[in-house]
């Protein structure tokens, strides 16, 4: 069973950036790739991004798109999403989360292992 583990999270301020880490044990990732979500308080989870694991194509959320990046390092089972010009709105848990082959990339009943989450608080 595949097990996930998201670092990197932190208290920043506005126009901060932070570099999240999501990464696999137990397994692979999907070759459909990963995603990262994020659920900010009285929120639903909300995409933010996903990349394929093999080709590395990647989708992006509009409200971060230009701002936020993510990557995989294939040789080290691990994902990462580089945040940039953070803002306040961004503060949520962040949560890295391994895709089916099948369903939509943005929606979160298409991925079938999750991690705990990592908490980002961007502060105005």
């Known amino acids: 069973q595949l097990h996930l583990v998201e670092s990197g999270g932190g208290l920043v301020q506005a126009g901060d950036s932070l570099r999240l880490s999501c990464v696999a044990s137990?397994?692979?990732?999907?070759?459909?790739?990963v995603g990262w979500f994020r659920q900010a308080p009285g929120k639903e989870r909300e995409f933010v991004a996903v990349?394929?694991?093999?080709?590395?194509?990647?989708w992006y959320a509009d409200a971060v798109k230009g701002r936020f990046s993510i990557s995989r390092d294939t040789t080290k089972n691990t994902a990462y999403l580089q945040m940039n010009t953070l803002k306040p709105e961004d503060t949520a848990v962040y949560y890295c989360?391994?895709?089916?082959?099948?369903?939509?990339?943005?929606?979160?009943?298409?991925?079938?292992?999750w991690g705990q989450g990592t908490q980002v608080t961007v502060s105005p």
């Open positions: 989360a391994d895709k089916t082959y099948r369903g939509e990339y943005y929606d979160a009943q298409y991925y079938d292992y």
């Open positions: 137990g397994g692979t990732f999907s070759p459909a790739g």
């Open positions: 990349i394929t694991w093999t080709g590395g194509s990647a």
